[in-house]
């Protein structure tokens, strides 16, 4: 009885100093599970942070490439696209005209929207500064929320149409219209003329770039993103091919500006390889948030290689614009995760 019962109480011991272990091993996975999980996110934070310093590189490559036709960089990038998809396409046996006609004639729209936005942009850098581009180039989330609300019948929230409004005043701030802010018409007339030019091609290109998201979310995910980056890379090339031709321009670059629209190419492909990195490991909310931050980066940029200094009204229309593009983002992301909550509580 001595010998059993002193087993027993053996046997109790050993039990409840298993039990005593399990807690601090399950905290310890837990913590791990956590860290998994945490490095992942600030990873894909990280990708899109470099994705929109790079492709802030990319158009102060353009602006450096001074004499330059810039819209040679579109060429350069569409060759340079298309031979990194080719491969995909081949090894996965892909169909690039798409399931049916309806489908082709959408990712038509789509590469030749993408690919009008990509040329009016960089032209647009020809007559504004490259933090004034972006900043007018940056009211496409604003459009992107309008279009969808017309285009696909999505519903439009107050605090949206407020974040509207606020992307607008932010553009009547870095345009500084004359009717508005002053200024003598004679005295700036070749700078106001050159300016308009400019607003004019970086409104159209935030235009096109908000048309191109709203075709893109309408294919939704059952289309290989190969599809929508093969027609936008022939389409681009094609189109850019057209308008140098017909305005009377070298399609082929001089020597010395080979190395700069190169470049500028090179920076944007890798820079939408990060946002696709980024997109991989974090929800779409948060990396557009961050994708905005293009605009900082293009003004920092800027400012220390050309020297150039934004506006008092100009520093204010941009930070505005910005705000509203991270609040919309954030306004989705946060929308998200309470249907998620409320799908996992039902």
Known sequence: MNLNSSQGIAKLAMTETSSLQLPATSLDEDNNTKKQHARPSMLGYTFAAFSSLLMAASKLFLKLAVGAEKTQAIIFRSIMQYLYLVPIITHK?????GPDWKTVLILILRGAAGSLAALFITMALDHLSLGTTLSIFY???ALVGLFACVCLKEKCSVVRGILTVLTFVGLIFVTEPTFIFGGDRDEYK???????FGIFYASASAILAATTFTVIRKLGPGIHFSHSLIYNSVEGFIIVLLQLYI??????PCWQHILMLFLSALFAIIGQLFTTLALQRERAGPVASINTSQLVFAIILE???LGVVPTTFGFVGAGLILLSAIAQSLERTVKTGIRNRKKTTD
């Open 93 to 97: 046996k892909i169909n690039v005209f």
């Open 139 to 141: 009211v496409y989330p």
């Open 190 to 196: 070749e700078y106001t003329e050159s300016h308009v």
């Open 247 to 252: 305005s009377g321009k070298p399609i082929v």
């Open 303 to 305: 400012y220390i290689i």
